[in-house]
């Protein structure tokens, strides 16, 4: 099991829109509708921000999609604000009760 | 409203094993979810270790399957990480957390539920 491989870091401004990819492979976030994303605070435990690629846990703004095209998932955050400045990170049922971590990716609000 | 709670030492001895408690409050660990072990090195991302079903079985990271346990004490309502023949790469903060329960029902892949994590150094 290899991490799923997302950029180290992204940036926008305030009000922008800005995504995070999320790459792997047909054995965990191709084969599976089964991806989630975390948002980690400094110090902080993670936070799942979505869910079953794009569902919204009740709480998570709707500036918070998700999709998937084939091997690849993708975070979008819309009207960027000061408080999305975070480490995000992508996860994927990964089968046999198994699931994997992508490497992170830091967001700056600038 | 469920909170869980990691403790354990904090300093570990190379090739020694590493023991951490989860203590969950709020919930009874035998009625149901999964329930999870998460490690994060320092300024590294995410690592799964394993999860524990409320029913007793479990499921482990292949890559620690080998040196990876993880039991239930529903007497306390704990449950429990021992990692045996650790190293320096051991070295993480080491959180616990629940499975979330959707209308899909309980869910192993993702959490919604953590505790603050535990700090561990392997060293000696």
């Known amino acids: 099991q290899s991490a799923l491989t997302q950029p180290r870091s992204v940036s926008g401004s305030p009000g922008q829109s800005v995504t995070i990819s999320c790459t792997g492979t047909s054995s965990d976030v191709g084969g599976y509708q089964y991806v989630c994303w975390y948002q980690q605070h400094p110090g902080k435990a993670p936070k799942v921000m979505i869910y079953d690629v794009s569902e919204r846990p009740s709480g998570v703004p709707d500036r918070f999609s998700g999709s998937k095209s084939g091997n690849t998932a993708s975070l979008t955050i819309s009207g960027l604000q000061a408080e999305d400045e975070a480490d995000y990170y992508c996860c994927s049922y990964a089968g046999s009760y198994t699931l994997i971590f992508g490497g992170g990716t830091k967001l700056t609000v600038l | ?124």
């Open chain 2, 1 to 124: 409203q469920v909170q869980l709670q990691e403790s354990g030492p904090g300093l570990v001895k190379p090739s020694e094993t590493l023991s951490l408690t989860c203590t969950v409050s709020g919930y009874s660990i035998s009625s149901g979810f999964y329930w999870g072990w998460i490690r994060q090195p320092p300024g590294k991302g995410l690592e799964w270790i394993g999860s524990l079903h409320h029913s007793g079985n479990t499921y482990y990271n292949p890559s620690l399957k080998s040196r990876v346990t993880i039991s239930v004490d529903t007497s306390k309502n704990q449950f429990s990480l021992n990692l045996s023949s650790v190293t320096a790469t051991d070295t993480a903060v080491y959180y616990c957390a629940r499975g979330a329960n959707d209308s899909r029902g309980y869910r192993l892949y993702y959490m919604d539920v953590w505790g603050k994590g535990t700090t561990v150094t392997v060293s000696s």
